[in-house]
């Protein structure tokens, strides 16, 4: 409670009487992913000064505390932790998303960039073979797709399935993102799936 409520000195009497740092919650967080939860970065720091090592352990869905602070969009957490704590820019989830996929679902724009700026790979595809753009079409997050495709994403890159941003889009029912890829050149005329189908087709 002291943690979700931003109580630092309440936080560190507890320490200081005894209170295990360790402790998780029943979906396996620690205090450092509710700190990453809440936006919470002066008790971050006083955290991971105490315990690095929770910046590196996975909840119950395999998220460390920078999956939780791309999640929630607190791009302010994401840089604290990367920079100053060395958290790791390759940490993935149990389907293989990565930090960029995460804040791309998400609709957290300036969390993507900040990634991309620290070096998290822009073509590392989740177990489905699918980039952070593909998220975002999905997702229906239009400055997400635009940011992704003017940083170098192919717009017409394919997953395993050989479905592309415009697929995914399409039978997501995000026509905005359906807009935005046709402006940036997207191939109609791309087949995927096993039965070959066009976006026309999915449409």
């Given amino acids: 409670m002291a943690v979700k409520e931003g109580r630092r000195n309440v936080f560190e009497k507890l320490l200081a009487k005894g209170a295990e740092i360790n402790a ?4 396996n967080l620690n205090a ?5 939860m809440f936006g919470d970065k002066e008790l971050m720091d006083v955290i991971i000064a105490r315990k690095r090592d929770l910046l590196r352990q996975p909840a119950g869905d395999d998220k460390t505390p920078v999956h939780v602070a791309a999640e929630r969009g607190f791009t302010s957490i994401v840089e604290q932790l990367i920079d100053k704590f060395g958290g790791s820019i390759r940490a993935r989830t149990r389907d293989g998303s990565t930090l960029l996929h995460i804040a791309a679902c998400s609709g957290h724009t300036s969390t993507a960039l900040a990634f991309l700026k620290r070096g998290v790979p822009l073509f590392m595809p989740n177990k489905k073979g699918a980039l952070g753009l593909h998220s975002a079409a999905a997702a229906g997050f239009n400055d997400v797709v635009q940011m992704l495709i003017a940083r170098g994403t192919n717009v017409d890159i394919r997953t395993r399935d050989n479905y592309t941003a415009l697929h995914v889009a399409v039978q997501s029912g995000k026509a905005s993102v359906v807009e935005t890829l046709l402006g940036a050149g997207a191939d109609i005329h791309v087949r995927g799936g096993e039965l070959g189908q066009t976006a026309l087709h999915i449409g």
């Fill in 24 to 27: 998780k919650t029943k979906e």
């Fill in 32 to 36: 450092a992913h509710l700190c990453a």
